[in-house]
């Protein structure tokens, strides 16, 4: 048995893949080459539950851990990254901010559909002078009547036109910088209203759609081809103040906290991806000869593989480590930076060395390893650069050293050596 699966989470595993291996693979290259969004899957993955795994079932979800919903991740990734961030942006960005910090009425009135998967949801925190630094936001909301108008543009939102609620930020106290954040419960219509009421899922009449929020045009992009990535504008955008998410003033570190339990995410779609591209050149070097021998006998061949099967294990532990933690109430936000650094720089290498291996037919779309090298790239860059994921674990260390960044001493050492 393995240290942190159950028979229940091997299961869940296997049901997934089946499911994957089924209906996702045979499609995953046309939608990569089309950029088509995946509606049809979409639907059979909502009746699958997979749009709200760790949801309790009194709120529409499965009811499990989050360790399951990070295996579904990962299970998802390995056929087709836009599939995973599809679900992963769904549940940990647009999801679990109002299950996290919503009132009671919030999280009966957003939750289920989401987590039975009748709408999608996004998070839009990105605007275009705000990306590393999510404080310069600048996405204002002001008081009017018994509501907030909301001005201003995010970018690069993942579902932001096949979506209908999300959790966005906006400046309600300019000033006071990162204090003076708050967040909403946005609603806007589908952009494919006709394609959401032909497979059944997508469009729910009943939401409180707000004025004035509209999607713009997909993003084109080298990886994430059938995820929706776009830009989300609020104009003149009035919502009530029963949807203010949280208490005001408090959406940024909100935000700070839903980005730790993104990054597991992030983390696992890259995990699936390594997998993804080691199965493929594993198989693929077994089968192919040259110099009279299948080219998976040259021992550096091996070696290559073999030093990323074995990434794979290492980064499998940060991985399942930091849901772990977060199913036991534990802190994970170094954990979870670290998962992700490793696991996506690790797609990257996996992906690379796989086509490497496979030699000219790698570069091919023949195979899907060069769509995952591509869709592994922006696993570095969202939910947080690496560069900045390296800041918060340098953090993490200096504070568990007790050891203050100004004087660089640990704060005790300093006050036993003034006699204190
Ligand atoms: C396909 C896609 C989907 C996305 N989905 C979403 C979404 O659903 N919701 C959302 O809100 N956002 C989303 N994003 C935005 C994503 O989170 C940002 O792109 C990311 O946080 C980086 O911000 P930026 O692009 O502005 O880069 P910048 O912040 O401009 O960074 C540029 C470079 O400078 C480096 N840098 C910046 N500051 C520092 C520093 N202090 N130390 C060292 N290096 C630094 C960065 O690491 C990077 O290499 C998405 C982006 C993409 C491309």
Known sequence: MDRYLTADHLALRERVNRFARDAIEPVARELDESGRFPWENVKAMADMGLFGIAVPKELGGLGLDQLSYI????????????????VSAHTTLGMSPILNFGTVEQKERFVPPLARGEVLGGFGLTE???????????????RDGDGWRINGSKIFITNAGVGEIFVATAVTEPGRGAKGI??????KPTVDESIAAAVGCGHLETLPFT???RAGEKEAKMGWCASDTRELHFEDAWVPSDQLLGEEGRGFINFMKTLDSGRIGVAALSLGLAEGALETAARYTVGREQFGQ?????????FKLAEIATDIEAGRHLTYHAAWLMDHGQPFAKEAAMAKYFCSELAMRATLGAIQAMGGAGYTSDYPVERMMRDAKICEIGEGTNEIQRLVIARKVLEELRIDPVVGEAPQRVMEAAGA
């Open 71 to 86: 295996l579904v991740v990962e299970e998802l990734g390995k056929f087709d990254a836009s599939h995973s961030i599809t």
């Open 211 to 213: 004025d004035g929020v």
């Open 294 to 302: 299948p080219v998976w006998d040259f021992q550096q061949v091996q």
């Open 182 to 187: 708050s967040s909403f419960i946005v609603c």
């Open 128 to 142: 275009p002078g705000a990306g590393s630094d999510a404080s310069g936001t600048r996405t204002r909301a002001e």
